[in-house]
């Protein structure tokens, strides 16, 4: 194979490069190694955890956390010094979250979640980019997350400014108006008033996992049994996150 003029294969460069991202955005200890922390690295065999390994154990994980949560009876998991000394070494998150910025839906607390138990994707409406799509890839090609869910909310305010801005032809502004603009074919029109926007939070989310779905990669790992991808709602009131099928 052809090298460059350094003399190094441009396959072995790449090779380097994706090392490097994993280490930085893993928390890889060779970025660290210079660092004190004021405490020693943990020692190999001290895991405190046991990571759900399939989509199904991790929907089963997610599922006792919100039970937890609404019933007032959280472990605030992975908290302590050791957990936190623990982590320094990396990060195997075991479902990922794409969920609303809407500051009453915090994925950790919603499904009694500690540090290191979930990776967090989160902009107005579940709305998908480019920056988002690129998040969620990262979690399941480089940390082999089995689970990805879509979790939108009851009262979600994006969802409502775009069905408003839909009915009245109000002009958003432009940063707003994007959110909108991808909200926009999930509006549920054989609904009025407030009823349009609560069945229009259930289609946005099925559309935004239909999307995630429909990329080749993730597609992939589905159709391996690898992933799955859920959608799901968290409803304010009683605080329970429930499927959407």
Excluded: K
């Excluded at 210079?34 to 929907?59: C, H, I, M, Y």
């Excluded at 989160?122 to 869910?149: N, Q």
């Excluded at 032809?169 to 009823?195: F, K, M, N, V």
Aim: charged share 20%; proline share 6%.
């Amino acid at each position: 194979m052809a090298t460059d003029r350094s003399g190094v294969r441009p396959s072995s460069r790449r090779a380097g490069r994706r090392a490097l991202l994993r280490a930085a955005l893993g928390g890889g200890a060779a970025l660290g190694a210079g660092l004190s922390l004021g405490a020693p690295p943990a020692a190999a065999g001290t895991a405190s955890r046991t990571r759900p390994a399939t989509p199904a154990d991790a929907l089963r994980e997610l599922d006792r956390g919100n039970r937890r949560w609404r019933t007032l009876h959280q472990r605030h998991p992975h908290e302590t010094a050791p957990a936190r000394t623990e982590a320094v070494s990396g990060q195997h998150p075991f479902a990922l979250v794409l969920g609303c910025i809407d500051s009453r839906v915090p994925p950790e607390l919603v499904f009694d979640q500690g540090l290191g138990d979930l990776m967090t994707v989160r902009s107005a409406g579940e709305v998908l980019d480019e920056a988002v799509l690129g998040s969620i890839a990262y979690g399941v090609l480089e940390l082999d997350i089995p689970l990805v869910m879509v979790l939108g909310h009851q009262s979600c305010g994006a969802v409502g400014a775009a069905v408003r801005a839909d009915g009245t032809g109000e002009e958003l502004p432009a940063h707003i108006a994007y959110i909108a603009e991808q909200i926009r074919p999930a509006i549920d029109r054989a609904h009025s008033g407030e009823d349009r926007i609560d069945a229009t939070i259930t289609a946005n989310v099925r559309l935004v996992r239909s999307r995630l779905a429909a990329e080749p990669d993730l597609a992939a790992r589905v159709a391996a049994g690898r992933l799955a991808i859920v959608g799901a709602r968290y409803e304010l009131g009683s605080q329970l996150v429930h499927r959407i099928a």
